[in-house]
């Protein structure tokens, strides 16, 4: 029976000490028995105490890719050979988004940083509304250079 008593008292504090998702505090309560000399099974609960919500650095990727493309401009959910991948450089504003599109292998750049809304982000072949599309070869040849101005191409 003192094993018993042992084995929940130790489960309860080292429960304790666990945070969610790495943020806030937690309380866990065990309770459990013994089989044998040996071995020890039981069940938990584990209690929030503290604020879990991640921060919004933990909810953006470290590499701050947005998205991954396939060959063909097809999205996809990770790096494919010979796809492309966009990455968020900045937010100017609450409908504009800073991103710059990279090769896959290697990862030399594919654009020039341009700015597109919230609706092309996931959308393999975009231009900006206002600015300079400039698209290069993997080998860092200019391919395509178009300036666009409220959505339509002047030159």
């Given amino acids: ?24 505090i937690s309380l866990g309560v065990g309770l459990g028995g013994m089989l044998g000399n040996h071995v020890g099974i039981g069940t938990s609960v584990n209690i929030p105490l503290g604020n879990n919500t991640p921060s919004t650095e933990t909810t953006m990727p470290q590499d701050n890719i947005i998205t991954h493309f396939d060959a063909n401009g097809a999205p996809s959910d990770s790096g494919v050979k010979n796809g492309f991948y966009r ?28 700015i597109l ?34 959505g339509k191409l002047l030159k």
């Fill in 117 to 150: 809304s919230r609706e092309q982000l996931h959308t393999f072949r975009v231009q900006p509304a206002n600015g300079t599309l400039t698209v290069y070869a993997v080998n860092g040849n200019v391919m395509q250079s178009q300036i666009f101005k409220d």
């Fill in 1 to 24: 029976m003192k094993n018993v008593a042992l084995i929940l008292t130790a489960s309860v504090v080292l429960a304790a000490c666990t945070g969610v998702n790495g943020n806030g």
């Fill in 87 to 114: 990455k968020l450089l900045s937010k100017p504003s609450e409908s504009e988004y800073l991103v710059q599109d990279f090769y896959e292998m290697g990862g030399s750049k594919r654009t020039d940083p341009m």
